[in-house]
């Protein structure tokens, strides 16, 4: 499947789904250096630097343009500015299936952002991409990410024992789905 940038680009209640830029990479950085990020994302190093950004940026922006990923900066409609990243992972070996993954700087949080962009990528996926199912998983103590997953209307299935590798060793995970015939969530 061959993935192009949504035109015109997500965005519902004052969210906008972005392309990153080269100049996001200082508050992308700041932002996962938030210890809380990675002990949450095993993906995000810590400490986290500028070049770690940039590469982030590079490969986002790889990913556009070679069609094979989905990497969206999660911005204030109005100003433009990043509050966080969302991405829409494709799996090579199952065309209808797809992973969604988000998180937000610290400042950022509690305002529905995630959830809105969260929504906005779902959609996205099904109707434009014909994705016929899509996984969020989250760590069983980030509650706040479980929180996001309710209100955008994905089920929680269950606990995947020792799921996701990390440097510390296998951790469990909190299995959620959706699928494009679940009923609508109400905002």
Not at 71 to 86: Q, R, S
Not at 151 to 178: C, I, K
Request: hydrophobic share 45%.
């Amino acid at each position: 499947m061959r993935v192009a940038f949504p035109d015109p680009p997500l965005a519902a209640a004052g969210v906008v789904l972005r392309l990153p830029f080269a100049d996001d990479a200082s508050w992308i950085a700041a932002a996962c250096n938030d210890r809380e990020l990675s002990r949450y994302i095993p993906g995000i190093r810590y400490p986290y630097s500028l070049s770690d950004a940039r590469a982030f940026i590079e490969h986002a922006r790889q990913g556009w343009a070679e069609g094979t990923g989905a990497a969206f900066v999660i911005a204030d409609a109005v100003t433009g500015d990043g509050w966080g990243t969302i991405g829409l992972h494709l799996y090579s070996v199952d065309e209808d299936l797809a992973e969604v993954g988000y998180w937000l700087h610290r400042e950022a949080r509690g305002q529905g952002a995630a959830t809105n962009a969260v929504r906005l990528v779902s959609g996205w996926a099904f109707a434009e991409l014909g994705i016929r199912r899509l996984n969020l998983i989250t760590a069983p103590e980030n509650a706040a990410s479980q929180r996001v997953a309710d209100r955008a209307g994905f089920t929680r299935e269950g606990l995947l024992r020792a799921w996701l590798p990390t440097s510390a060793g296998r951790r469990d995970s909190v299995m959620y789905s959706l699928l494009p015939d679940d009923p609508p969530v109400k905002p």
